[in-house]
């Protein structure tokens, strides 16, 4: 059982940064691939960017190659997200997951979620 908890999420001009973090609580933190998700209004949740246990290996949609980033601590149980470059299109409530599996689709254990809103 993972338990998660998202913060650093708020309000931003396009063109400006956030860093979103992930808290995670359980011992077995180090075991599970992590996960960004969002879900703008009137729209499905969209996978953003997901890393491996070890942090060896990170993916991204392509819609955010080469602005966000994606990094865990494990000693500290906590996965950020660094966003850069931000767009109004980036407005979203941001989830963060954990599965075992790195390359799921479906993650099992959810955070509450953040809000972040860029403005134009």
């Known amino acids: 059982q993972v338990r998660l908890g998202e913060s650093g999420g708020g309000l931003v001009q396009a063109g400006g940064s956030l860093r979103l973090s992930c808290a995670a609580s359980g011992r077995s933190f180090r075991n599970y691939a992590m996960g960004w998700f969002r879900q703008a209004p009137g729209k499905e949740r969209e996978f953003v960017a997901a890393i491996s246990w070890n942090g060896g290996s990170t993916r991204y949609a392509d819609f955010v190659k080469g602005r966000f980033t994606l990094s865990r601590d494990n000693a500290k149980n906590t996965v950020s997200l660094q966003m850069n470059s931000l767009k109004p299109e980036d407005t979203a409530v941001y989830y963060c997951?954990?599965?075992?599996?790195?390359?799921?689709?479906?993650?099992?254990?959810w955070g509450q979620g953040t809000q972040v809103t860029v403005s134009s």
């Open positions: 997951a954990a599965d075992r599996n790195y390359a799921s689709a479906v993650y099992g254990f």
